[in-house]
Nanobody, 121 residues
């Protein structure tokens, strides 16, 4: 059974930093693209950043220059370094990953359970 488990959320003051992690476990052949999404109170889920298996990244305009996505392929782990946090960054943050399973010819998208990030003084 494949699982994505996030960690690193919490309460932080405006201007502060947090680092989110997401680790994939279980049986799979490889991980293709991975990403971070967030859903704020009363809002739709939105893309924060994506990273390919080769390391190419894409960040939403709202977080460019403040957030950095990265991954450690050897550890099957995705990261999101969040600096200069603002109150509008408050949301539940979800990771996802496109996994190639054994015996399958296409990738399947898996989601983590989410981790709460609250930016408040």
């Amino acid at each position: 059974q494949v699982q994505l488990v996030e960690s690193g959320g919490g309460l932080v003051q405006p201007g502060g930093s947090l680092r989110l992690s997401c680790t994939a476990s279980g049986s799979f052949r490889s991980i293709n693209a991975m990403g971070w999404y967030r859903q704020g109170p009363g809002k739709q889920r939105e893309l924060v950043a994506r990273i390919t298996s080769g390391g190419s990244t894409d960040h939403a305009d709202s977080v460019k220059g403040r957030f950095t996505i990265s991954r450690d392929n050897a550890k099957n782990t995705l990261y999101l370094q969040m600096d200069s946090l603002k109150s509008e960054d408050t949301a539940v943050y979800f990771c996802n990953a496109d996994l190639l399973l054994y015996g399958s010819s296409h990738t399947w998208t898996y989601w983590g359970q989410g981790t709460q990030v609250t930016v408040s003084s």
